[in-house]
C-alpha cells in the first residue's frame, strides 16, 4: 500500500523531550549542564565581539514566555507520556534533530505518512525506509477555540495522541480525510470513523 505523505510542524506548544530520553552523544559536551548556556552568560561573553548573538542571548527569555503563554492557550500538543504510541513519534523526530545538530528545536519540520490504518513519521531529510511507524486511530476531536484549520490532532490505539501543524489549510483537510479513511478500513466493522476523545493524562 502507497503512503501519502505530508511536510508538517511539530507546534511549539508541543512538549520537547528530555535530553535523557535522546540518543547519547559520544565526544560532545553536555550542553545543558554547562552554566556558559545560560542566557546572561552567553549575552556577556558575546556582547564584545558579537552583539548580535547577544542580543539573541537576551530575547531567550521573552521567547521562553511567549511559547509559555502560546501553550497555555492552544493546550498540549501531546497526552500520553513518553512511552506512549505518540511519545515514541515524537522521540523519534527530535532524536533526529539531536542527533544532527544537537538541538532540541521548538517545532521541527517533519513527514508524516498514511497508509491505511498505520502513520509514519521522519524528519525532512531521513529516507523513507527509516520512517518510524505506528497505528493510529483517526482524528481527535479538537476542543473550540484550539480546533484551528491547520490543526490535526492524531489518535492512537493506546488513548494516546500527538498535534501535528499541516502546511496549509487544504493539506490539513485530506491528512484528516485520510485518517478517518484508515480507521475505517481498519476497524472492519463499517459505520463512521472514530474520533479520539482525550481521556488520557500525561
Known amino acids: 500500500m502507497s503512503v501519502t505523505e505530508f511536510g508538517v510542524g511539530l507546534p511549539r506548544y508541543g512538549r520537547r523531550p528530555p535530553v535523557r530520553r535522546l540518543p547519547a552523544l559520544e565526544g560532545r559536551r553536555r550542553r545543558w549542564r554547562a552554566l556558559r548556556d545560560f542566557f546572561?552568560?552567553?549575552?556577556?561573553?558575546?556582547?564584545?565581539?558579537?552583539?548580535?548573538e547577544a542580543l539573541a542571548a537576551l530575547v531567550e527569555p521573552v521567547q521562553?514566555?511567549?511559547?509559555?503563554?502560546?501553550?497555555?492557550?492552544?493546550?498540549?500538543?501531546m497526552r500520553g507520556g513518553?512511552?506512549?504510541?505518540?511519545?515514541?513519534?515524537?522521540?523519534?523526530?527530535?532524536g533526529a534533530y539531536w542527533t544532527r545538530d544537537a538541538v532540541r528545536t521548538d517545532e521541527p519540520a517533519?513527514?508524516?505518512?498514511?497508509?491505511?490504518?498505520?502513520?509514519?513519521?521522519?524528519?525532512?531529510w531521513v529516507p523513507e525506509a527509516e520512517a518510524v511507524a505506528r497505528a493510529h486511530a483517526g482524528v481527535r476531536r479538537t476542543p473550540w477555540p484550539r480546533a484551528l484549520r491547520r490543526r490535526v490532532d492524531v489518535g492512537f490505539p493506546d488513548g494516546s495522541w500527538?498535534?501535528?501543524?499541516?502546511?496549509?489549510?487544504?493539506?490539513?483537510?485530506?491528512?484528516?480525510?485520510?485518517?478517518?479513511?484508515?480507521?475505517?478500513?481498519?476497524?472492519?466493522?463499517?459505520?463512521?470513523?472514530?474520533?479520539?476523545?482525550?481521556?488520557?493524562?500525561?
Open 162 to 202: 500527538l498535534t501535528v501543524r499541516a502546511a496549509g489549510p487544504g493539506a490539513a483537510g485530506r491528512l484528516r480525510a485520510l485518517l478517518a479513511e484508515g480507521v475505517s478500513v481498519a476497524d472492519a466493522r463499517g459505520g463512521r470513523p472514530r474520533e479520539i476523545e482525550d481521556h488520557s493524562r500525561i
Open 64 to 77: 521562553k514566555a511567549w511559547r509559555l503563554s502560546v501553550r497555555l492557550w492552544a493546550g498540549p500538543g
Open 40 to 52: 546572561l552568560f552567553r549575552f556577556l561573553l558575546a556582547l564584545p565581539e558579537d552583539p548580535l
Open 82 to 94: 513518553w512511552e506512549s504510541d505518540a511519545g515514541r513519534l515524537l522521540l523519534a523526530v527530535h
Open 110 to 124: 517533519c513527514y508524516v505518512g498514511v497508509a491505511g490504518g498505520t502513520l509514519t513519521v521522519r524528519a525532512t
